[in-house]
């Protein structure tokens, strides 16, 4: 029987029975009649209401049987008394009853230290910029790209994005972290930028804070962000493209120029690690006629004055020991926190992030070279003595690499225990050309006795990183706080394993039987974990291990405070420098030390930092003394030898000092 089709109410064709016969009797419409066609119209109204009541009395009584159904289960349920208006303070008094150590964001100290100074009637005077250090500032993507459409604006460095990108999408994390070896910028498709504001570098990851503290009693005393600049920029970059790149020096004058003009007082800027060779720098850039064209006495005009806080002076600031941990970094992707892990963590981290990765990943990244060791010999020793060598060690600090014996009889004659300088020059060979082309192009790593060179030094860019080879500014009324810690197990230099053969890190490389700048091809390179000696002296799988703030060496976070720039060749203005250093006295039951830490990175929420910070901010910086610590014999012993170590090598030619 056929089908005829018909549009109901709700607007859907629905079958309807035809007639037996094909020729269906025609409708009112069809034929003409009116009257009939009105009557239809109604009719077909009147079903449509109708269709409307059933539907609504259905709907009616389905809510009528759940109500019933749900009634009856509670009744089968057992009462539970619950108020849920008590519910927030019932998780309140739940998480106060936490252990200490579970709790690594607050330990009940937050603004204290900016409550007591309030209520000595200490308040915001000085305009503060503050300069976070390598790695601490956060990442961002403003990739457009299809590939990375959906990553817009979220932190590729830092935060649970971060976390979760490199757990489960690795690959495509690199590739956007990495900079191109030959530019040193951006590669084609990828565009990270740093984070802006006080978030930038407040905390890396929810509940690990890095500033979070410091500007928490900051703000207590009356500091906000009108008066509160945090100096974000993006580590990864060599100094000179991050002037190219970004105009970070360009916008850090102008605006420590506006905060001067505006507040009408002295602008402090606290810098910490690699931040305080970011302001050094930036000094310098500044005064030059080539670039910032400040003039020579833009810094003594703008009555600056500055925190350096766990500073790594001696290489780039940073010419620490732990120098060497970049450098190895570089070399193998390997430092002390890598060899350390048990063998299931080291096995996992082979399997997730080789040491080849690891080490293309450092090497990608300029500015971490910043990082690298400072003043060769003369400052560092040799293989019979160093400045920070203890009484009963049988091998000297002088020798930055070391191998094992029997590996020595088994490689090639060029490989040998080696001195800052030889090491420096060996890691080189190590790494690929684009590498060696940066390092040659950016940074210098020796030191300069002539005062008539430091002076020519003040044109060239690559000098300005290295506080051996450049001078502190014409500024006789600036103050320089150094602040660091001491008294952590610090990694200084390690033991490593050579393999017998070269290998090309690319086919690049392989071109010549010599690279561009002579230097060899690179090898596999590891540090020898099995090497252990804590008896003559501090060696734990393969790294030895001297007196610092965990991070940074001992020497290299005092040298240059408390001896270089007692010399006029280096501070010709005669800036002031305070030192003040900080004891390692954590507490066994807070995970990041508490108000007693000194290491690198957590003595930014100790409350002896926090209190000298205060103290500058807010006018009463004359109350800081010198406080170098030199009643231990192994630290009194660091400096007296860093003395004749500096005297010996950097001759008087006349200038009495």
Same mark, same amino acid.
């Given at each position: 029987m056929p089908l005829r089709q018909r549009k109901t109410w709700f607007g859907r064709n629905e079958p309807e029975d035809a007639t037996d016969s094909d020729d269906a009797a025609p409708t009112p419409i069809e034929s003409g009649n009116p009257a009939a066609a009105g009557e239809v119209e109604v009719k077909a109204e009147k079903k449509a209401k109708e269709k409307l009541k059933n539907l609504a009395l259905m709907l009616e009584q389905s809510q009528t049987d759940l109500g019933a159904f749900a009634r009856n289960m509670a009744a089968a349920m057992p009462t539970l008394d619950i108020d849920w208006g008590r519910f927030d303070g019932e998780w309140e008094a739940l998480k106060a009853r936490i252990p200490e150590p579970w709790k690594l964001n607050n330990d009940g100290r937050e603004f204290q230290v900016g409550e007591r100074a309030r209520d000595r009637g200490l308040h915001a005077h000085h305009p503060v910029v503050l300069v976070p250090g390598i790695i601490s500032t956060g990442l961002e993507s403003w990739s457009t790209s299809d590939e990375y459409r959906g990553w817009f604006r979220e932190k590729v460095w830092g935060g649970l994005h971060m976390l979760s990108q490199v757990t489960f999408n690795r690959d495509k994390w690199m590739a956007a972290v990495l900079l191109d070896a030959e530019t040193g910028l951006d590669p084609p498709g990828v565009k990270v930028r740093a984070a802006q504001g006080i978030d930038a570098a407040s905390s890396f990851i929810q509940g690990y804070w890095i500033w979070s503290k410091i500007v928490e009693n900051l703000a207590v005393v009356g500091y906000d962000t009108n008066n509160l600049l945090l100096a974000a920029y993006d580590w990864r970059l060599s100094y000179w493209n991050l002037e190219e790149r970004d105009g970070y020096f360009s916008r850090l004058k102008a605006s420590i120029e506006e905060l001067r003009r505006r507040e009408d007082k002295k602008v402090v800027l606290a810098a910490?690690? /690699?931040?305080?060779?970011?302001?050094?720098?930036? &000094?310098?850039?500044?005064?030059?006629?080539? &670039?910032?064209?400040? #003039? +020579?006495?833009?810094?003594?005009?703008?009555?600056?004055?500055?925190?350096?806080?766990?500073? $790594?002076?001696?290489? %780039?600031?940073?010419?620490h020991r732990t120098t060497l941990r970049p450098m190895t970094a570089f070399l193998s992707g390997e430092m002390r926190d890598t060899v350390e892990l048990n063998p299931t963590g080291a096995y996992v981290l082979e399997r997730f992030f080789s040491r080849r990765e690891r080490a293309r990943l450092f090497r990608s990244w300029a500015g971490s070279a910043s990082m690298w060791i400072k003043g060769g010999d003369a400052v560092w020793g040799n293989h019979t003595h160093a400045p920070d060598d203890s009484g009963n060690c049988t091998q000297s600090h002088g020798s930055f690499l070391s191998f094992r014996p029997s590996e020595l009889l088994v490689l090639a004659s060029d490989t040998k225990n080696m001195t800052a300088e030889e090491s420096g020059t060996w890691i080189l060979e190590h790494t690929p050309t684009s590498f060696q082309r940066m390092m040659a192009t950016n940074f210098s790593c020796g030191i300069e006795r002539d005062e008539k060179k430091l002076e020519m030094n003040d044109d060239n860019p690559t000098k300005w990183s290295n506080p051996l080879e450049s001078r502190l500014p014409n500024a006789p009324s600036m103050k320089l706080h150094c602040i660091y810690g001491h008294g952590k197990e610090t990694e200084y230099d390690e033991t490593f394993a050579d393999s017998e053969n070269a290998m090309c890190e690319n086919t690049s490389d392989c071109t010549s039987p010599r690279a561009p700048l002579d230097m060899p091809l690179s090898r596999k390179n590891w540090i020898d974990y099995e090497v252990n000696d804590e008896q003559s002296m501090q060696v734990k799988n393969g790294v030895?291990?001297?007196?610092?703030?965990?991070?940074?060496?001992?020497?290299?976070? #005092? *040298? /240059?405070?408390?001896?270089?720039?007692?010399?006029?060749?280096?501070?010709?203005?005669?800036?002031?420098?305070?030192?003040?250093?900080?004891?390692?006295?954590?507490?066994?039951? %807070? +995970?990041?030390?508490? *108000?007693? $830490?000194?290491?690198?990175?957590? %003595?930014?929420?100790?409350?002896?930092?926090?209190?000298? %910070?205060?103290k500058v901010a807010t006018g009463a910086g004359e109350e800081i003394e010198i406080r170098s610590h030199r009643t231990g014999e192994d630290t009194t012993a660091v400096f007296d030898l860093t003395l004749l170590s500096m005297s010996y090598a950097i001759p008087s030619n006349g200038s009495g000092h």
């Open positions: 910490h690690s /690699m931040g305080s060779s970011t302001y050094v720098r930036s &000094f310098k850039w500044v005064e030059s006629p080539r &670039f910032g064209g400040g #003039g +020579p006495t833009w810094v003594e005009v703008r009555k600056l004055s500055s925190l350096s806080l766990s500073h $790594t002076r001696l290489t %780039i600031n940073h010419n030895k291990l001297g007196e610092g703030d965990g991070t940074v060496s001992l020497l290299s976070l #005092g *040298a /240059m405070c408390v001896e270089g720039w007692k010399h006029e060749r280096w501070n010709p203005g005669g800036v002031k420098v305070v030192t003040t250093e900080l004891p390692h006295l954590p507490s066994l039951t %807070i +995970p990041r030390g508490g *108000a007693n $830490t000194s290491d690198h990175v957590d %003595i930014l929420g100790s409350t002896g930092l926090n209190e000298l %910070i205060v």
